[in-house]
């Protein structure tokens, strides 16, 4: 389930869990002790883990534990995930999301409304076309350019690049310790791959901007 979260504000409780004994994967672990530097926080865009700005977690019931996100933890729009890792448990992940003030209060908390004003309309009118054309690309980069899409680290849009370039871009040293794998513009070396007499990789460069 994902949680849906409002834009640097304070005061968020979140529910994670269950957290169940390391051993035998049933156990509820109700005794943890979870300190805000064991709640790892991922934002949109990161490239690295954050600790939790304050406050640790507190059991509730059954192994489900609390803990309360404010507006540091809160600040960056988009996907945010929380990693914890403790002693005696297994980890346990969530996801949640951050939404804008306006979104998250038209949509959750009931005490606005979404702003859909058209502020300004220029010398060409607006048509059917033009609209579906804004939004169409709107959509697309939504879809292919979202932190994460593919992994952690890859959008969708980097990661077609990439099989493009293995699946149809040229190709070169396939027979060396080092196999090139060109976009399909051939303007850059999409893939540098080490490779042995086999095949086999032994490291790997990318480039899919």
């Not at 680290?153 to 293995?166: D, E, F, P």
């Not at 850059?188 to 460069?205: C, E, L, M, P």
């Amino acid at each position: 389930m994902t949680i849906f979260l409002k834009q640097s504000t304070a005061s968020q409780e979140v529910a994670i869990g269950p957290f169940v004994d390391s051993t035998d994967g049933v156990t509820a672990e109700t005794g943890l002790t979870i300190a805000n530097t064991d709640i790892k926080v991922w934002k949109a865009g990161a490239t690295t883990l954050a600790n939790k700005n304050s406050g640790g977690g507190t059991h509730i019931s059954g192994g489900i534990y609390s803990a309360v996100l404010d507006a540091t933890d809160t600040d960056t729009l988009g996907s945010l995930k929380l990693f914890v890792a403790v002693s005696g448990a297994l980890a346990c992940t969530l996801e949640c999301v951050v939404l804008s003030a306006n979104v998250y209060d038209s949509l959750i908390g009931g005490g606005d409304t979404l702003d859909v004003q058209v502020t300004g309309i220029g010398a060409d009118a607006i048509t059917a076309a033009s609209i579906a054309t804004d939004a169409g690309t709107e959509i697309a980069t939504a879809v292919l350019d979202t932190a994460a899409g593919i992994e952690t680290n890859r959008t969708v849009r980097q990661g077609l690049r990439l099989m493009l370039a293995a699946l149809a871009g040229k190709a070169s040293g396939m027979a060396t310790t080092t196999a090139v794998f060109r976009d399909t513009n051939d303007t850059k070396d999409r893939i540098s791959a080490t490779v042995d007499a086999d095949g086999n990789r032994s490291a790997v460069t990318l480039d899919a901007s």
